[in-house]
């Protein structure tokens, strides 16, 4: 991969977005799709311009986790609309197709669709475009680091050795086609009992601050294990957006004014 970036084969910015920000992590089900949300409501409080791009074609989850369903329209049948909620404008594969259909497509058929989701889609005025990468160091990822101007990209990890191990593979894959690491955020970083306020570190705590430190990018933020982020998640209401004074919610924000 090293030296395999190509500026003149980059699309050029996306008109109108001033910045692109991917959101990474090296394994699923560490809480990247959660963060990215988040980071794009939080990003959308602090008065930023937002977009938020679903590039997980496979899996699709920010239609259900911003609340928002139904098909994107074209004026002119060629570009389309992106859907809006919580004035966010977001697309996902998941609008264009059914939620329980597969998509059975191969590496050069996800590059298109990705493509075409950052070029056909009016996107409008936009500070920043929040893009929900899938986990791992595959084609959609490295379609986005090598032909999108990527400002940077924010890594997602729990404190669990097994899922530093997959961020740093992030990481160094990001590092091979040049793009800005922005620093990690640690998510399921510590457990509260809510009655009786013992702290529990269910996949043990730190480790993201450690690799970071060890990779010399900025360790963003700490974001606990709580129910109410799964909760407010699945009800496609963010915590950022429906219990915007909840301490979890000020770390979103400031995790959105840090990046
Ligand atoms: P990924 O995008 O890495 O696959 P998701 O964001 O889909 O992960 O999160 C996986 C599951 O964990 C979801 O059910 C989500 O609601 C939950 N989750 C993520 N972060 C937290 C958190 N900080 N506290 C509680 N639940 C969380």
Redesign the pocket.
């Known amino acids: 991969l090293g030296g395999q970036r190509q500026p003149a084969q980059q699309m050029p910015l996306v008109p109108g977005v001033k910045a692109i920000i991917a959101v990474a992590?090296g394994?699923?089900?560490?809480?990247?799709?959660?963060?990215a949300v988040n980071l794009a409501m939080g990003l959308a409080a602090i008065g930023q311009k937002v977009g938020l791009l679903d590039a997980d074609i496979y899996g699709p989850?920010l239609p259900r986790m911003a609340g928002i369903s139904g098909r994107p329209t074209s004026t002119d049948g060629r570009k389309l609309h992106p859907m809006e909620n919580y004035g966010v404008k977001i697309m996902s594969m998941g609008f264009l197709v059914d939620e329980d259909a597969p998509m059975i497509w191969r590496g050069p058929m996800v590059q298109s669709a990705l493509q075409q989701m950052l070029g056909d889609v009016l996107w409008g005025e936009l500070d920043v475009l929040v893009v929900?990468l899938p986990?791992g160091t595959g084609d959609a990822q490295l379609t986005m680091a090598q032909r999108v101007p990527l400002a940077g990209a924010v890594i997602?990890s729990t404190p669990q050795d097994i899922a530093l191990l997959d961020a740093r593979k992030a990481i160094n894959m990001f590092r091979k086609v040049d793009v800005p690491v922005l620093g990690i955020v640690e998510?399921?970083s510590y457990f509260c009992c809510p009655n009786c306020g013992h702290r529990a570190e269910i996949f043990a705590h730190g480790g993201a601050r450690a690799c970071a430190a060890q990779y010399g990018v900025d360790f963003l933020a700490e974001?606990?294990?709580?129910?109410a982020?799964?909760e407010t998640?699945?009800a496609g209401r963010p915590i950022v957006v429906s219990d915007p004074r909840s301490p979890?919610a000020e770390a979103y924000r400031q995790l959105a004014m840090t990046v």
């Open positions: 992590s394994k699923g089900g560490v809480g990247k799709s959660t963060t989850s929900d986990p997602v998510n399921m974001i606990p294990l709580e129910l982020v799964r998640s699945d979890v």
